[in-house]
């Protein structure tokens, strides 16, 4: 059985594949496989792919037509046979010691799930974040089962992403990547890290996250109608009823559903309502969210009886 393998869901970026390609195979640590899903590109994609197969044996490449990310991860696990699974995003990159660090750290600690921090790269350059108020002295943090559900709907500790970890690879086992959900990867995630025994974040970046302006981001940051913005949040929701499920699963205590709340002030109040442009539906939308907050207040103390 091979150590590592490593999934690159690929569609339509031959500007950066190659740079990701070959940060994979500048890795230190070299027993692994790199299971590459061409997602029906309609550009030069898949016949880089095919470069790379043809020089190094580890490359396997699979084409299938167009069926999204999720669909694009799924195909990677038919494919994958290694002892820990990692997902690289086929537009980033990652540093030499990428595996080789990750794999250090869960021999020293038999952790299931193995995050590392990131840094990213717009135009070309990289940028580095200052991590020491969140890792006090950039030192290792283990996490619980319990510990990490808490934390990480608010992103304290950026471990939400399906890429940039190494995972157990029995923690895949009759997992299937969802699709057409909000806040897809962070309800990926939850899924393993409710299967997981600890977590340890590594405060180092070794995987570098592209920003790239698309009509997607842009889509993203427009301001939006009322009814537009209240379609977006009742998904938002609907999320946020399954993160409560999630925390029932997990004998998470009733009192740590305040995280929930924090999270709504934050993300609604304080964010999403600044997407909507007249003043009244503001205001509206206002309404709508706390009256959503004392639904869910109502719910967890009926629980908590």
Not at 26 to 31: K, P, R, V
Not at 199 to 204: F, K, R, W, Y
């Amino acid at each position: 059985m091979v150590k590592v393998s490593i999934g690159v869901p690929v569609y339509n970026v031959e500007e950066y594949l190659r740079q990701c390609l070959n940060s994979i195979m500048e890795q230190i640590f070299t027993d692994f496989e790199v299971i590459m899903v061409d997602d029906g590109s309609t550009d030069n994609s898949f016949s880089i792919c095919q470069e790379y197969v043809a020089r190094d044996n580890r490359f396997k490449l699979i084409h299938q037509e167009n069926k999204g990310l999720a669909g694009a991860r799924n195909t990677c696990l038919k494919y994958m046979h290694g002892e820990f699974i990692t997902w690289i995003d086929s537009d980033d990159k990652v540093k030499p010691n990428y595996l080789e660090k990750l794999l250090q750290v869960q021999v020293e600690t038999n952790a299931q799930i193995i995050n590392c921090v990131y840094y990213y790269i717009k135009d070309g350059i990289e940028y580095y974040y200052d991590y020491t108020p969140v890792y006090p002295d950039l030192k290792e943090i283990e996490l619980s089962r319990r510990d990490v559900l808490r934390t990480v709907l608010l992103d304290k500790y950026k471990i939400i992403a399906l890429w940039g970890n190494l995972v157990d690879s029995k923690l895949y086992k009759g997992w299937l990547c969802s699709q057409g959900v909000t806040f897809e990867d962070v309800d990926n995630k939850f899924k393993l890290y409710l299967k997981t025994n600890k977590v340890v974040l590594v405060p180092e970046q070794l995987y570098g996250y592209r920003q790239r302006n698309s009509s997607i981001m842009k889509a993203a940051t427009r301001k939006k109608t009322f009814s537009e913005e209240l379609k977006l949040t009742k998904n938002l929701m609907h999320f946020i009823e399954k993160y409560t499920y999630y925390m029932e699963v997990a004998n998470i205590d009733v009192e740590e559903h305040l995280h929930i709340l924090e999270f709504i002030d934050v993300f609604f109040n304080s964010y999403r309502v600044d997407m909507i442009e007249n003043e009244e539906d503001k205001q509206r939308y206002f309404k709508y969210i706390n009256r959503y907050k004392e639904k869910l207040k109502r719910y967890w103390n009926m629980c908590g009886e």
